[in-house]
C-alpha cells in the first residue's frame, strides 16, 4: 500500500523534458496529492503550476528542481511550510541549505525522486 505523500514540487515546469515534469507525472500516477511552483503557470497531469508560493498545508515533501543559488530565496518559505522532508535531485545538492534545515529539525534527502518513486524508497 502506497501511503500519500503530499509533495511540493518547486522549479515546476510544463515542458514534458524537463525532470520537474517527469516529476509531476509520477506522482501524481503513485496518487501522492501533487502542488507545484514554478516561474511560468501551466497545468501538467491534473496539478496547477502556481506562480506565486502559497501557505501549502501538510506537506509532507519538497522536492527541489532548483540549482542552489536559485534555493537562497525560497529557504525561509520552505521552512515556513515545516515539510517532513526535502529532497535535493540531482544537480540540486546544497550544503548552506542542509544546515538551515538541520537547525530547524526538517530531514533532507540527496536523492531523485524518480528513482525513489520507482523503486518503491519514496
Known amino acids: ?4 505523500k503530499k509533495t ?3 522549479g515546476a515546469s510544463t515542458k514534458p523534458h524537463r525532470y520537474s515534469n517527469m ?3 509520477k506522482l501524481t500516477n503513485y496518487k501522492h496529492d501533487t502542488v507545484a511552483f514554478g516561474l511560468r503557470e501551466g497545468e501538467e497531469y491534473g496539478v496547477t503550476i502556481d506562480t506565486e508560493l502559497k501557505d501549502y498545508e501538510n506537506i509532507d515533501t519538497v522536492t527541489l528542481y532548483l540549482n542552489p543559488a536559485r534555493q537562497k530565496d525560497y529557504y525561509d518559505y520552505i521552512v515556513s511550510l515545516q515539510p517532513n522532508r526535502v529532497i535535493f535531485n540531482p544537480g540540486t545538492e546544497n550544503p548552506e541549505f542542509y544546515s538551515i534545515l ?3 529539525n526538517i530531514d533532507f534527502e540527496i536523492a531523485c525522486t524518480l528513482v525513489m518513486l520507482s523503486t518503491n524508497q519514496y
Open 102 to 104: 538541520k537547525t530547524n
Open 23 to 25: 516529476a509531476m507525472r
Open 1 to 4: 500500500m502506497t501511503t500519500n
Open 8 to 10: 511540493l514540487v518547486l
